[in-house]
T-cell receptor, first 111, second 113 residues
Framework: AQSVTQPDIHITVSEGASLELRCNYS??????LFWYVQSPGQGLQLLLK??????LVQGIKGFEAEFKRSQSSFNLRKPSVHWSDAAEYFC?????????FGAGTTVTVRA | AAGVIQSPRHLIKEKRETATLKCYPI?????VYWYQQGPGQDPQFLIS???????DKGSIPDRFSAQQFSDYHSELNMSSLELGDSALYFC????????????FGSGTQLSVL
């Protein structure tokens, strides 16, 4: 069965600084990988996804993620964080026609 | 573009009551997934349907049941509600073989008092 680990429960970053959220996955075949963002009390919004092809994936809101098969990782990055990026971020892997989510990383942005 | 529609948006029930959550997938999507997200938790897979048949089952309590209808909408029925059932329930839909287009609804917030 597939699984996802997000090692960082909470990250605090200054506005304008760079952000990197870690995600490690476990899956036997080529994974389908996703990053979602969730604001308090809101639904899941898809930031980006990787299915195949280029290992550097561009998403919405200036986010990107890099798939590294050798490290089983799919880390999310943003060069310059905005206050509106404060939210919870979930990495997910799809296998057997369902998504398995990581525990999430809460991002706090300080002025 | 049409999205996944969930109703109701919010639902308040008392212990031991019954609740029914509805999910309307994106047109021409044949697969529906249900997820439960407790407070401060990650979404947990409950159950999925493909072409009106249950295709996979996760950590869904026996008190819960679900089905997918001929128009592909799905309903999650929850009986004998417990306080611990308070959560955000998400529905997602996709087209089998085209899982790249997996979309989530905004969720139903269920509060059990």
């Amino acid at each position: 069965a597939q699984s996802v680990t997000q090692p960082d429960i909470h990250i605090t970053v200054s506005e304008g600084a760079s952000l990197e959220l870690r995600c490690n996955y476990s899956y036997g075949a080529t994974p389908y990988l996703f990053w979602y963002v969730q604001s308090p009390g809101q639904g899941l919004q898809l930031l980006l996804k990787y299915f195949s092809g280029d290992t550097l994936v561009q998403g919405i809101k200036g986010f990107e993620a890099e798939f590294k098969r050798s490290q089983s990782s799919f880390n999310l990055r943003k060069p310059s964080v905005h206050w509106s990026d404060a939210a919870e971020y979930f990495c997910a892997v799809e296998g057997s026609y369902k998504l398995s989510f990581g525990a999430g990383t809460t991002v706090t942005v300080r002025a | 573009a049409a999205g996944v529609i969930q109703s109701p948006r919010h639902l308040i029930k008392e212990k031991r009551e019954t609740a029914t959550l509805k999910c309307y997938p994106i047109p021409r999507h044949d697969t529906v997934y249900w997820y439960q997200q407790g407070p401060g938790q990650d979404p947990q897979f409950l159950i999925s349907f493909y072409e009106k048949m249950q295709s996979d089952k996760g950590s869904i309590p026996d008190r819960f049941s679900a089905q997918q209808f001929s128009d592909y909408h799905s309903e999650l029925n929850m009986s004998s509600l417990e306080l611990g059932d308070s959560a955000l329930y998400f529905c997602a839909s996709s087209s089998r073989g085209d899982e790249e287009k997996l979309f989530f609804g905004s969720g139903t917030q269920l509060s059990v008092l």
